[in-house]
């Protein structure tokens, strides 16, 4: 079965640092999306993506987060300059058509520590 | 700000009940939702959607949801130990972002 896949799964370091975060979408969808789940809080929506540009970001995603679609399987998440507070999970998404009946299926996550 | 309120829990049930999981949300052009099971340190596995009023079933599941009363339910029938984890209720808003709740933590016990 088709399956949303994310690497690394556990992602260490400095605050400051640049991390990128990679997810690899089911391969016939055509929207992608990132969230984040700060440890023992709800799961919040960072950005959605079609087409090569954003479709819609949340407050949180602001100048030092960025994402791109760099080839035809990888999807990323950039952020340029990290803190402590984006430690967190972070959760790529991926879903076939952009209508409000269709399922986003989760990747497994990458866990970011930023010490 | 568009909410969606769920008991946190622990709802504690025995083995073999059923588990009555409740949600409710504030944005009245909500269109779609879901129930998602996340165990811990894991990501959200979808379990059910439901999009008109009324319930839907999936085996030991059912979802029932009333725009009206702007709730949406989820039913698991014949708990297991298996089934303990947290349950997220998560609704779109229109844009096809995913709006979740806190979550409500499920023990069944045996």
């Known amino acids: 079965e088709p399956e949303v896949t994310q690497t690394p799964s556990h992602q260490v370091t400095q605050m400051g640092q640049e991390v990128i975060l990679r997810c690899v979408p089911i391969?016939?969808?055509?929207?992608f999306y990132w969230y984040r789940q700060i440890l023992g809080q709800k799961v919040e929506f960072l950005v959605s993506f079609y087409n090569n540009e954003i479709s819609e970001k949340s407050e949180i995603f602001d100048d030092q987060f960025s994402v791109e679609r760099p080839d035809g399987s990888n999807f990323t998440l950039k952020i340029r300059s990290t803190k402590l507070e984006d430690s967190a999970m972070y959760f790529c998404?991926?879903?076939?058509?952009?209508?409000?009946?269709?399922?986003?299926?989760f990747g497994p996550g990458t866990r970011l520590t930023v010490l | 700000q568009k909410e969606v309120e769920q008991n946190s829990g622990p709802l504690s049930v025995p083995e073999g009940a059923i588990a009555s999981l409740n949600c409710t949300y504030s944005d009245r052009v909500s269109q779609s939702f879901f129930w998602y099971r996340q165990y811990s340190g894991k990501s959200p596995e979808l379990i059910m959607s439901?999009?008109?009023?009324g319930d839907k079933e999936d085996g030991r599941f059912t979802a029932q949801l009333n725009k009206a009363s702007q709730y949406v339910s989820l039913l698991i029938r014949d708990s297991q130990p298996s089934d303990s984890a947290t349950y997220l209720c998560a609704v779109t808003d229109g844009y096809n972002k995913l709006i979740f709740g806190a979550g409500t933590r499920l023990a069944v016990h045996p």
């Open positions: 391969s016939n969808h055509l929207y």
């Open positions: 439901i999009y008109s009023n």
């Open positions: 998404a991926s879903s076939e058509e952009d209508r409000t009946t269709d399922t986003q299926y």
